[in-house]
């Protein structure tokens, strides 16, 4: 019985001696050592042998077991760590190779100077109106009427208003101005708002001119508000906006819903005052006009004038835009081309 542990022994050894891999070595562990293995059908019989044999043959097994259990395991190391070793040299990430380009959308110029002009009035304790106190399709009632523009205002010919077809009084807005009625119908005084949105006029277009553009407007309704609260504020919003060193300047104007009304211009920084096609030879672009909220459109909406009073503006995002990029040509905005709108 010896003889015949002996044997199996050294065939086991020779096996493990040829194994290439972790798998060859699982496979001899299980055919000679598994509970179904050869040694053990063998140290079965060990049972039939004297009390002596029984000691010397079992210590014997036992031995042999045990060499073989660790001739096993330190070649199952071997092979693990090779095996590992290929395994990590094969998934291994090449990170010089160059990465596929993938393209990215970017924010549109205009989007980006509207967020930057409402954060600022954000900050100034401004709210932003919800689109339906601001449509785009408007009553001449919202847009001209109850802002105190006459019947015969030119502003109203259809050479500078579109007017929807067979539908009698209905335009698209050509300012934002109507959103400040809307408002002041829907609304109490204290009123602090600005409403961004796109506006329509039949222009003929050019570098300043679109037939549509964006404006942003403000209200300021409360008690004691003065001329001196309008100067405050657009001031401030300049110098956030521009930064303090870019020439402004405040000039009075009219308009038939503010009195009295005024403008800002900003120098043009396309041609820094020597005129070009941008500033049509004037050196200065105007971005806003601004004023105290006229009597009439405040009775128009029952908010008594002798108790409240108010300021409002309108600004040209485009052209706000244009002076702070040194865009010299406004329908860069609109006609899609990648190389400009990836500058941004
Ligand atoms: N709506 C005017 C325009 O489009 C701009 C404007 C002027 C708006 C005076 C105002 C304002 O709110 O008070 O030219």
Redesign the pocket.
């Known amino acids: 019985m010896k003889e015949q542990l002996e044997n199996i022994y050294n065939s086991a050894k020779s096996d493990i001696e040829k194994a290439q891999t972790m798998s060859e070595i699982d496979e001899i562990r299980l055919k000679y050592l598994s509970r179904k293995g050869e040694f053990n059908s063998i140290k079965k019989g060990l049972k039939d042998l004297s009390d002596e044999d029984k000691r010397v043959v079992g210590a014997f097994a036992n031995q042999i077991t045990q060499d073989l259990e660790s001739m096993l395991k330190e070649k199952h190391d071997l092979f693990y760590q090779k095996e590992l070793n290929e395994k990590l040299q094969k998934d291994k990430i090449d990170i010089t190779l160059s990465g596929k380009y993938i393209p990215q959308g970017k924010v549109h110029p205009l989007t980006i100077t509207t967020n930057e002009i409402v954060s600022i009035f954000q900050n100034l304790g401004f709210s932003v109106v919800t689109p339906d106190l601001s449509p785009e399709v408007e009553t001449e009632y919202y847009n001209f009427d109850m802002?105190n523009v006459p019947k015969d205002h030119p502003a109203r010919d259809v050479q500078d208003t579109f007017y929807v077809k067979d539908m009698d009084g209905v335009v698209l807005r050509?300012?934002?101005?109507g959103a400040?009625i809307h408002v002041m119908e829907n609304q109490k005084p204290p009123i602090k708002v600005i409403s961004p949105g796109r506006?329509y006029r039949n222009e003929n277009i050019n570098a300043r001119k679109n037939n549509f553009f964006h404006?942003i407007?403000?209200?300021y309704i409360d008690k004691d508000i003065t001329f001196g609260d309008l100067k405050g504020v657009l001031n401030e919003f300049i110098r956030l906006y521009f930064g303090a060193s870019r020439p402004t300047r405040f000039r009075s104007?009219f308009?038939p819903?503010?009195e009295p009304?005024a403008?800002v211009d900003v120098q043009c920084i396309m041609c820094h005052g020597e005129g070009c096609k941008t500033c049509s030879g004037t050196g200065w672009l105007e971005v806003?006009?601004?004023?105290m909220?006229d009597v009439n459109v405040l009775k128009g909406v029952g908010i008594n004038p002798e108790v409240y009073s108010g300021?409002?503006?309108?600004?040209?995002v485009e052209r706000l835009a244009m002076l702070k990029y040194a865009i010299d040509d406004i329908r860069l905005f609109f006609n899609d081309d990648k190389r400009f709108l990836e500058q941004f």
């Open positions: 802002l050509s300012q934002t101005s400040q506006v404006q407007e403000g209200l104007s308009f819903f503010t009304s403008e806003l006009g601004c004023g909220v300021f409002a503006f309108g600004m040209g």
